[in-house]
């Protein structure tokens, strides 16, 4: 019998070499598939919110839930955490959300952070440890005891509820549950050294729908006055 030929090195490199060529072809595309499907999750993630906040809406005669400011605690618990944020240092864990008002309609934890928000959190009293996720401060009704939030009917449906807080803005964006339209937007969705044309994060709406929005985008929008963003009844002309 004949033995079989063996491969020449010239025949095994060019072997290796195809198959380097398919994964330089193939691994874009796949880490393309993994950021869509993780955008996916987090986009389900703000519906699951809006949703939330929509049936604590009906249940609390059309009133947004409380937006957790750090200065009007006395109007309750609010949407993601009871009362004052800063029980004792250090103290403020991932079971904290279930004293907030939406966990009645949500009890699952990972609906609180985006797939691309991993861990190490900031320091554990800040929120964080609890949520990716901050509500629009401008939802609320600013210096008018007892702080209430206006009602779900005074906004448009394209109006901004919920966005991803940025995580390298510092600590005063995470020192509540809720940021201002001038705090900005996490650029975890597209990596965050890509331009700001080119990078983003997922908004949840109003009328119940979400966006990705790049960073670029946010900024533009975030300083008009009676804007998706800065939407409080009280900036419309």
Not at 28 to 47: D, G, S, T, V
Not at 108 to 134: A, G, M, R
Request: net charge positive.
């Amino acid at each position: 019998m004949r033995g079989r030929k063996a491969f020449t090195l010239v025949e095994l490199l060019v072997v290796i070499g195809i198959i380097a060529v398919l994964i330089a072809i193939l691994l874009p595309a796949l880490r393309r598939a993994q950021e869509q499907a993780k955008r996916i999750l987090c986009m389900n993630n703000h519906k699951q919110l809006l949703m939330a906040a929509r049936l604590y809406a009906e249940d609390w005669k059309g009133r947004l839930p409380f937006t957790n400011s750090n200065s009007h605690e006395t109007a309750g618990n609010g949407w993601k955490k009871g009362g004052w944020l800063y029980l004792a240092p250090n103290k403020t864990k991932q079971e904290d959300v279930e004293a907030g008002t939406l966990w009645k309609y949500l009890r699952n934890y990972k609906i609180y952070h985006c797939p691309f928000d991993e861990e190490p959190y900031l320091p554990l009293n800040s929120v964080h440890t609890l949520t990716s996720y901050c509500i629009n401060y401008h939802v609320a009704q600013e210096n008018t005891p007892p702080w209430l939030s206006f009602k779900i009917t005074q906004f448009r449906a394209t109006d901004v509820l919920f966005w991803e807080t940025d995580e390298k803005g510092g600590g005063g964006f995470w020192n509540d549950g809720n940021n201002m339209s001038n705090e900005g937007i996490t650029a975890r969705h597209g990596g965050r050294n890509a331009k700001e044309s080119e990078t983003g994060a997922i908004i949840g709406c109003i009328g119940g729908h979400t966006e990705w929005v790049t960073v670029a985008q946010f900024k533009q929008e975030a300083p008009r006055l009676g804007g998706r963003v800065l939407c409080s009844p009280l900036y419309r002309r």
